[in-house]
């Protein structure tokens, strides 16, 4: 019922930043919390950070923690990743998720984007 579609994902070279969009349909936007997830060749997808349905608490991983910042706009029905500093660890295809939930140490997660490439070259 909620389609996303990412955007922003390029190649950049390692202490750049970039910011990625994903850009919902849907009438529960506000409703989801959201979140984006990431995956690089070989390894398993993996939780990058996700953000309530009113903006007010965020969650990062520890790996993007003080590097990254999620954020949503609910008019837009729009959710950002911000990225700075960024290393050549962070290569992965970097998914957007809605209707994140959190069950212990483990995420489930509604709907997804179909992922975009980001290339952090050293």
């Known amino acids: 019922q909620v389609q996303l579609v990412e955007s922003g994902g390029r190649l950049v070279q390692a202490g750049g930043s970039l910011r990625l969009s994903c850009a919902a349909s849907?009438?529960?936007?506000?409703?989801?919390?959201m979140g984006w997830f990431r995956q690089a060749p070989g390894k398993e997808r993996e939780f990058v950070a996700a953000?309530?349905?009113?903006?007010?608490?965020?969650y990062y991983a520890d790996s993007v923690k003080g590097r990254f910042t999620i954020s949503r706009d609910n008019a837009k029905n729009t959710v950002y990743l911000q990225m700075n500093r960024l290393k050549p660890d962070d290569t992965a295809v970097y998914y957007c998720?809605?209707?994140?939930?959190?069950?212990?140490?483990?995420?489930?997660?509604?709907?997804w984007g179909q992922g975009t490439q980001v290339t952090v070259s050293s």
């Open positions: 953000i309530s349905w009113n903006g007010y608490t965020t």
């Open positions: 849907g009438r529960t936007f506000s409703n989801y919390a």
């Open positions: 998720a809605a209707d994140l939930r959190q069950d212990g140490s483990d995420w489930y997660v509604g709907y």
